[in-house]
């Protein structure tokens, strides 16, 4: 990063600065910030500085140190959700399968919510499977950032959001926006209610979960994270999942390196390694 462009810019903005916040957001949240993100880091950060009417970068991370509720600023601020309603199909397809072959199921977790399109997916399926909306499983939505979670549990969405889902689920889980709402859909209130929504950081070494947990959705969401915080990650999840439990990744994840802990059994779909010490129903 040029000293040039960072004279261009509204605030003064060094090399120093960009590695002091993603030093920052991986000891708050074990994500690791690419070099190719500084434009991003300022983008987001230069949010928070004219907010707080602060004079810069450097006055600003004196304010983090100082001020442990920026912290979850911080990470909203850097945090990047991408989602959608049905994203990756397939997956739901083995999730539908999985109800079937385990009547049983008690539990489902989304364990990166972002703005709620995936989890309120998965409660379509499961509403579908049984037929109504009042089930016997209970599906916990989590992320780290707080401001994503509050908008997923609006379930207020844009109608373009929406345009892909079948015109059966719309009728049946969405409602059209009337007045200062036109233009948009809101998840139907029987739905929502399906749903326990909750902030989690996957850092933490307790996480406020029932176990055992019998699907567990975390979708491109490890490919955030160093390789020694993924195995951290990977075991405490693996000791959450019932002993017939299924992990669902994102397309771009692949856990090769890490055969003690979790296996492959599917596109993109784990279990539990033999031998570890998954958690039993």
């Known amino acids: 990063m040029s000293e040039l462009k960072s004279l261009e810019r509204e605030f003064a903005y060094t090399t120093a600065h960009f590695n002091t916040a993603r030093t920052t957001l991986y000891r708050f949240s074990g994500i690791k910030l690419a070099d190719s993100k500084d434009a991003m880091v300022y983008s987001r950060l230069v949010r928070r500085i004219r907010t707080l009417k602060l004079s810069g970068f450097s006055a600003y991370f004196d304010y983090l140190l100082a001020q442990e509720s920026e912290h979850q600023e911080f990470i909203n601020a850097l945090t990047t959700n991408q989602t959608a309603f049905f994203r990756e199909p397939h997956h ?78 719309k009728k049946r889980f969405f409602h059209r926006g009337k007045g200062a709402q036109f233009g948009n859909a809101r998840v139907v209130p029987e739905l929502r209610q399906m749903i326990q929504f909750t902030r989690i950081n996957l850092l933490d070494s307790f996480w406020p979960l029932k176990t055992p947990i019998d699907v567990i959705f975390c979708r491109n969401v490890m490919i955030y994270f160093d ?48 031998g570890s010490s998954s958690a039993k129903t």
């Open 92 to 169: 739901f397809e083995i999730l539908r399968k999985y109800l079937l072959e385990h009547p049983d199921t008690k539990r489902i977790w989304c364990a990166a919510s972002s703005t709620g399109e995936e989890p309120y997916s998965i409660a379509m399926v499961v509403a579908e499977h049984f037929g109504n909306f009042n089930t016997p499983i209970e599906i916990i939505a989590s992320d780290i950032d707080s401001g994503v979670l509050h908008k997923a549990e609006q379930g207020i969405y844009p109608l373009e959001r929406i345009e892909a889902i079948s015109e059966i689920r």
């Open 227 to 274: 390789k020694e915080t993924q195995e951290v990650i990977l075991k405490h999840m693996m000791n959450s999942l019932s002993e017939d439990g299924l992990y669902i990744a994102g397309h771009s994840e692949n856990f090769n390196m890490f055969p003690q802990i979790i296996t492959a059994v599917g596109q993109t779909t784990y279990r539990a390694a033999k």
